[in-house]
């Protein structure tokens, strides 16, 4: 009979006093140097786990000896936590039930579901859904507007692209045009008029934009009209042209397995077939890509040179890559090319706008060369933020650097001032939506974690959240989407901000 598994594993010895012990342990926690346990493990012929073990036990003991502060002593106040709250749901985008936990786990009172919920809820209903200018006076803005779901209920969003800052965000019941009129209705009532309005091909967005706000230029998304629609093309007839490329290959090994004539023969025909189908899916593809790299030249706002890109010779071209692709003959393209036809007019409205802001920066004193460079390094810029592969990021980001490096170079102390002031301006020039779409990944993510149950108080604490947080990376670094809305400087937290609000409708808030 195997005994092994009889035998002890260890042996409490009698000369380890329990006095000695508390020495072994005392002397480990005390200790702060590097090497302490291996010499008590050498000195009293212990092992080294036999030493953690001993501390471990010695540090739970402690507490109960001695006291000890719970966390919950910590918390002063009402407010202390109402803040953890908020930190956890908008900054960490953290869910009710993810908040619960670690409030509980951390010893903050008040972390049940229910509270927290309605604690969110009541924040909430303190603020505004809209932006004001609280001064009754008129501010001129860029809308971008455009909508997303919260199961089957809208939210409609407008969005300054130049700030990021939200100018307006409702939960509704419907996307006609008539609600977004309202939507741009409240935005007049408090002070922001739209001077440029950038929107998808929405039927209820167009519809409401013909009757209130005729006389705005209007701005077709470039991106989703051409760009998305067209660039999906491109993918779809490369992988095509590698799967008949593949094919052909396929047809070519089977050759050597053949064995009679008929069967040679019947191979044969099956990869000249295969061969002929996969070089015409790499010309269809080849003619397409080039076709479409033209079309999508044509929308730069500036040439190679800084010079600004004329909208009449810009939009002929376009039409001529749109024929050129027509005549390859894929219906379902075709299809897309009829839509982008009818947007043509407008499609290019931004030409105008850039026009306009190209002589404001002529009169700013600086010379005609300079402002070329500038607006070259703004497009590169705009190249590097679009740009999908590191590779083609990294070159705009270096063709940037080497340009304004250059510009600073000849400016000297002039340089400073003079780039944010042309940089500002330049990025009134907007050609799609996407900043809001930006905007309503953000959103989304709220959305996620609270499995579409949204409320309008929700959403309000998100826009604010949004509009006073502080951005720790890219072109607005150091600053809130508010901050260059207004020109206003702003020096407190988001959340001293927040509660400075509520206890302005409720002063006893915080106490109650």
């Not at 480990?28 to 036999?50: D, K, P, V």
């Not at 501390?55 to 502060?69: D, K, M």
């Amino acid at each position: 009979m195997n005994t092994r598994f009889n035998k002890k594993k260890f042996t409490r010895r009698d000369d380890l006093s329990p006095s000695l012990r508390f020495i072994i342990a005392y002397t480990a926690w005390m200790s702060h140097q590097w090497g302490t346990i291996t010499q008590l493990a050498r000195q009293y012929l212990i092992s080294r786990t036999f030493v953690y073990m001993l501390q471990h036990e010695l540090e739970n003991a402690i507490p109960h000896i001695f006291g000890q502060q719970t966390v919950c002593e910590k918390i002063i106040n009402k407010r202390d936590c109402y803040e953890y709250i908020l930190s956890l749901r908008l900054e960490g985008k953290c869910g009710i039930e993810a908040i619960t936990t670690m409030m509980n786990r951390f010893g903050y009172p008040n972390n049940s579901v229910g509270f927290i919920s309605q604690a969110l809820n009541n924040i909430g209903s303190f603020l505004d859904n809209t932006l004001s200018t609280n001064q009754q006076t008129i501010q001129l803005v860029i809308y971008a507007s455009d909508e997303i779901f919260s199961t089957s209920k809208p939210i409609l969003i407008t969005v300054d692209p130049v700030s990021s800052a939200m100018l307006r965000i409702e939960l509704t019941d419907s996307r006609n045009a008539d609600q977004w009129k309202q939507h741009w209705n409240c935005l007049f009532e408090n002070g922001y008029y739209a001077v440029y309005l950038v929107t998808d091909e929405g039927t209820a967005m167009k519809c409401a934009k013909n009757e209130l706000l005729k006389d705005v230029i209007h701005q077709p998304d470039t991106f989703h009209a051409i760009s998305h629609q067209l660039g999906l093309w491109v993918n779809r007839l490369e992988q095509s042209a590698y799967k008949t490329i593949q094919k052909a290959y396929d047809c070519y090994d089977k050759l050597d397995s053949a064995v009679s004539d008929k069967v040679i023969n019947k191979r044969i025909d099956a990869y000249e077939q295969a061969e002929k189908t996969a070089k015409k899916a790499i010309k269809l593809y080849d003619e397409f890509h080039e076709y479409y790299t033209f079309l999508i030249n044509q929308l730069a706002v500036f040439d190679n040179e800084g010079n600004l890109c004329d909208r009449t010779e810009a939009e002929s071209n376009i039409k001529f890559a749109l024929d050129l692709i027509m005549t390859l003959e894929n219906n379902n393209i075709n299809k897309t090319i009829n839509k982008i036809i009818k947007l043509l007019p407008n499609l290019l409205a931004y030409f105008n706008s850039a026009a306009t802001i190209v002589n404001e920066l002529k009169h700013i004193g600086i010379s005609e060369d300079v402002l070329k460079d500038f607006c070259l390094a703004w497009q590169y810029r705009k190249h590097k933020i679009k740009a999908k592969h590191k590779q083609r990021r990294n070159f705009y980001k270096n063709k940037e650097r080497d340009k304004l490096y250059h510009l600073q170079q000849t400016m000297g102390e002039q340089y400073a001032a003079m780039v944010d002031i042309v940089y500002t301006k330049l990025d009134r020039i907007v050609q799609s939506s996407a900043l809001v779409e930006t905007i309503n990944s953000i959103v989304r993510a709220y959305l996620n974690t609270t499995r579409n149950h949204i409320s309008q108080n929700l959403l309000n604490l998100i826009m604010f959240y949004h509009n006073n947080r502080r951005y720790r990376g890219g072109k607005r670094k150091g600053k809130t989407p508010l901050q260059i809305l207004t020109g206003n400087r702003q020096e407190k937290d988001w959340i001293q901000l927040l509660f400075e609000k509520v206890e302005e409708k409720n002063p006893i808030f915080f106490l109650e």
